[in-house]
């Protein structure tokens, strides 16, 4: 609900209203040239994020886009950062540090997954819109739901065993999430490891798993 609200009050309509407020003010609307720079890079952002047209390859001028939006962000948060002002005082005139962060890894993340997916394979395509965090959410869930839902930290060497477990035994993708289920296009392989000696239960005088296995 949140995130359609905020698509509401940034998207391309309302840089349309605001545009139009700005003109019928005349010459007293030149206070809201940064609100109209701001959605205009956030209703890009939406945009490119809701197109359902896939992704070809990396001259796509949607990936300009994205990069140019990140480049508005952080240009407004240096020329901040570089005045005289207290610390408090340059938040009021931010986006909250967590808002920022959020905005920069949504775009580095889906410039990088571009690149990685067509790099590997050029006849790969990637629609923006099919694009969502469902399936690594899932999967932290179900990380953490095992030993009764109290493994909040799990360590490397529970990790092999855990991954083994959800890709083996379980589907990534809930039915009640809003991710495509991709099995019949990807699968995930279990994770292999060697040991030199043959597989016992493990007891507390047992040397460390990591020292009997190496991940690959």
Same mark, same amino acid.
Not at 40 to 59: A, C, E, M, V, Y
């Given at each position: 609900?949140?995130?359609? #609200?905020?698509?509401?009050?940034?998207?391309? &309509?309302?840089?349309?209203?605001?545009?139009?407020?700005?003109?019928?003010?005349? @010459?007293?609307?030149?206070?809201?040239?940064?609100?109209?720079?701001?959605?205009?890079?956030?209703?890009?952002?939406?945009?490119?994020?809701?197109?359902?047209? =896939?992704?070809?390859? %990396?001259?796509?001028? !949607?990936?300009?886009?994205? &990069? @140019?939006?990140?480049?508005?962000?952080?240009?407004?948060? !240096?020329? /901040?950062?570089? %005045?005289?002002?207290?610390?408090?005082?340059?938040?009021?005139?931010?986006?909250?540090?967590?808002?920022? @962060?959020? *905005?920069?890894?949504?775009?580095?993340?889906?410039?990088?997954? /571009?690149?990685?997916? #067509?790099?590997?394979?050029?006849?790969?395509? *990637?629609? =923006?819109?099919?694009?969502?965090? @469902?399936?690594? &959410?899932?999967?932290?869930?179900?990380? !953490?739901?095992t030993n009764n839902g109290s493994n909040t930290n799990p360590t490397l060497d529970d990790y092999g065993g855990i991954v083994n477990s959800i890709i083996l035994g379980q589907n990534i993708?809930?039915?009640?999430?809003?991710?495509?289920?991709?099995? %019949?296009?990807? %699968?995930?392989?279990?994770?292999?490891?060697?040991?030199?000696?043959?597989?016992?239960?493990?007891?507390?005088?047992?040397?460390?798993?990591?020292?009997?296995?190496?991940?690959?």
């Amino acid at each position: 609900m949140r995130n359609h #609200l905020a698509e509401e009050v940034l998207d391309v &309509e309302m840089l349309h209203i605001m545009k139009k407020y700005q003109a019928s003010l005349k @010459d007293k609307g030149n206070h809201l040239d940064g609100c109209v720079k701001l959605l205009t890079n956030t209703s890009t952002l939406i945009r490119i994020f809701r197109d359902k047209k =896939p992704i070809k390859n %990396t001259s796509d001028s !949607r990936l300009k886009q994205l &990069e @140019d939006v990140a480049t508005f962000f952080l240009d407004w948060e !240096r020329q /901040v950062e570089d %005045t005289d002002l207290t610390s408090s005082v340059k938040r009021k005139y931010l986006l909250s540090y967590e808002c920022r @962060d959020d *905005i920069m890894s949504c775009i580095h993340g889906f410039l990088g997954l /571009v690149e990685q997916t #067509l790099t590997r394979d050029p006849t790969a395509t *990637i629609t =923006p819109a099919m694009i969502n965090s @469902d399936i690594i &959410e899932n999967m932290f869930c179900q990380v !953490r739901a095992t030993n009764n839902g109290s493994n909040t930290n799990p360590t490397l060497d529970d990790y092999g065993g855990i991954v083994n477990s959800i890709i083996l035994g379980q589907n990534i993708v809930s039915v009640k999430s809003n991710a495509k289920s991709v099995d %019949t296009v990807f %699968t995930a392989k279990p994770l292999h490891f060697y040991t030199n000696q043959p597989l016992i239960k493990t007891t507390k005088n047992m040397p460390k798993l990591k020292n009997l296995m190496q991940y690959r």
